[in-house]
């Protein structure tokens, strides 16, 4: 029978434990957008961490598995951010312009993350040295979008399209706000992206073979 003390102990451990945890997926983050996924090393992590290797390996096998940890982090944030919409939409327009502007306040106010997910993107698309575990957070972000998108794009719509039309957007806005993080304040890519946004819709309507159901800007 374990006893209250040693309870006590095992709470506080894991405890640390976690904390510990914390600090280096904060570390990882960092160095993750500071070097990219590639070129950062696990010594860069422990050293912004100010931890040991060893003790990273007790919590991460590699990079990669942190990496991993961290984009399932953002993906769940960035979902949350998608369901969460004051106006119900009621057109296509209305749903595509929402997840635009969830996006590009995730992209300003949660900077880091979204470089993450870009890099973790890159290597999804090009196989390298990523697991199963990275791309299952991808396909949920998109499966959400789907989910949101299906009741404006009529039932006679091959879910194929509803497919290619959630990875428009996931394209749209992952190539734009990477090429903005080159060059571009934030200021900047606000009124850099309105020009698009009304362009973008349409020639996502057309794709599915039909027009916006109002021009009202996005």
Same mark, same amino acid.
């Given at each position: 029978?374990?006893?209250?003390? @040693?309870?006590?102990?095992?709470?506080?451990?894991?405890?640390?434990?976690?904390?510990?945890?914390?600090?280096?997926?904060?570390?990882?983050?960092?160095?993750?957008?500071?070097?990219?996924?590639?070129?950062?090393?696990?010594?860069?992590?422990?050293?912004?961490?100010?931890?040991?290797?060893?003790?990273?390996?007790?919590?991460?096998?590699?990079?990669?598995?942190?990496?991993?940890?961290?984009? =399932?982090?953002?993906?769940? $944030?960035?979902?949350?951010?998608?369901?969460?919409?004051?106006?119900? #939409?009621?057109?296509?327009?209305?749903?595509?312009?929402?997840?635009?502007?969830?996006?590009?306040?995730?992209?300003?106010? @949660?900077? $880091?993350?979204?470089?993450?997910?870009?890099?973790?993107?890159?290597?999804?698309?090009?196989?390298?040295?990523?697991?199963?575990?990275?791309?299952? #957070?991808?396909?949920?972000?998109?499966? $959400?979008?789907?989910?949101?998108?299906?009741?404006?794009?009529?039932?006679?719509?091959? #879910?194929?399209?509803?497919?290619?039309?959630?990875?428009?957007?996931? =394209?749209?806005?992952?190539?734009?706000?990477?090429?903005?993080?080159?060059?571009? $304040?934030?200021?900047?890519?606000?009124?850099?992206?309105?020009?698009?946004?009304?362009?973008?819709?349409?020639?996502?309507?057309?794709?599915? =073979?039909?027009? #916006?159901?109002?021009? =009202?800007?996005?």
């Amino acid at each position: 029978m374990v006893s209250h003390t @040693e309870n006590l102990v095992r709470t506080r451990s894991d405890k640390r434990a976690e904390r510990t945890r914390k600090k280096l997926e904060l570390a990882a983050l960092e160095v993750f957008t500071e070097y990219g996924l590639d070129a950062a090393t696990i010594e860069d992590i422990t050293q912004r961490a100010d931890l040991g290797k060893g003790t990273f390996y007790r919590h991460f096998k590699d990079k990669y598995e942190v990496a991993t940890n961290l984009v =399932g982090f953002a993906i769940d $944030e960035l979902v949350l951010r998608l369901r969460k919409n004051e106006k119900q #939409p009621t057109t296509l327009t209305d749903v595509l312009g929402h997840l635009l502007d969830a996006h590009y306040h995730f992209f300003v106010e @949660e900077n $880091e993350k979204f470089m993450l997910l870009f890099q973790g993107r890159l290597l999804v698309k090009m196989e390298r040295r990523i697991s199963e575990q990275m791309e299952q #957070p991808y396909n949920r972000y998109l499966e $959400e979008m789907e989910h949101m998108l299906s009741p404006f794009v009529g039932e006679k719509i091959d #879910p194929m399209k509803i497919r290619r039309l959630a990875g428009a957007v996931a =394209g749209f806005v992952f190539g734009f706000f990477s090429f903005a993080m080159i060059g571009m $304040e934030f200021g900047e890519v606000e009124s850099s992206i309105q020009p698009l946004r009304q362009s973008f819709v349409r020639s996502l309507s057309s794709f599915l =073979g039909h027009l #916006p159901e109002h021009k =009202g800007s996005l």
